[in-house]
């Protein structure tokens, strides 16, 4: 079955700077990739999404990178900001949600 | 628009007592879905649904289980409550078809002693 791994498990970083996030998968017909950030006490919230047939995704601050040929894929925030603290969740996909595995998560701090 | 609503937010229970956690969304989305979130594991899959009356199992079902009487509740079981599955619980829903984004629920979090 598909296995996503993600780092650093850790972040920080200054407010104003970038901040990337990698993950890798092992599943080459895997073809949804999802993004989601986690703010303590809550559940995970779908920030970004991209699928196979395009390498770039770009909202604003964030964008998500995907290479399937190495078969890894990035998140991208610019410009952090306070409010960008959060764990942060990859997600590759193949063909349902339900085969939709996750990675660890990213613990990311952003100081003022 | 409530989205995803779980209930109850947290509960303590004793090693072989049973429960539910309640899920239930307002969307008419067809899938539906409970996750299990354990330090440094990521979500773990546990049951789905495709619809009312259709379920089936995820990576880590053992212990729970799920029923879908109707389009807009999910509930999960706990049969007789081990340690193990002390967790923090979340329920998900999304359209059915491509895999597309989640809608989470805010989360149970339990603890068996």
């Known amino acids: 079955g598909e296995n996503v791994e993600q780092h650093p498990s850790t972040l920080s970083v200054q407010e104003g700077d970038s901040a990337v996030i990698k993950c890798t998968y092992s599943?080459?017909?895997?073809?949804?990739f999802p993004w989601y950030k986690q703010e303590l006490g809550k559940g995970p919230q779908l920030i970004i999404d991209?699928?196979?047939?395009?390498g770039e995704k770009k909202d604003q601050r964030i964008a998500v990178t995907l290479n399937k040929t190495a078969k890894h894929f990035s998140l991208h925030i610019t410009e952090t900001q306070p409010e960008d603290s959060a764990v942060y969740f990859c997600?590759?996909?193949?063909?349902?949600?339900?085969?939709?595995?996750f990675g660890a998560g990213t613990r990311l701090t952003v100081k003022p | 628009n409530a989205g995803v609503t779980q209930t109850p937010k947290f509960q303590v229970l004793k090693t072989g007592q049973s429960m539910t956690l309640q899920c239930a969304q307002d969307?008419?989305?067809?899938?539906m879905s409970w996750y299990r979130q354990d330090p440094g594991m990521g979500l773990r899959l546990i049951h789905y649904?495709?619809?009312?009356?259709?379920?089936d199992q995820g990576e880590v079902p053992n212990g729970y289980n799920v029923s879908r009487s109707t389009t807009e509740d999910f509930p999960l079981r706990l049969l007789s409550a081990a340690p193990s599955q002390t967790s923090v619980y979340f329920c998900?829903?999304?359209?059915?078809?491509?895999?597309?984004?989640?809608?989470f629920g805010s989360g149970t979090r339990l603890t068996v002693v």
């Open positions: 649904s495709v619809g009312a009356g259709i379920t």
């Open positions: 991209i699928r196979s047939n395009v």
């Open positions: 969307m008419n989305h067809e899938y």
């Open positions: 998900a829903s999304s359209r059915q078809g491509a895999p597309s984004g989640y809608t």
């Open positions: 997600a590759a996909s193949k063909g349902n949600n339900n085969d939709m595995r």
């Open positions: 599943d080459s017909a895997s073809n949804y």
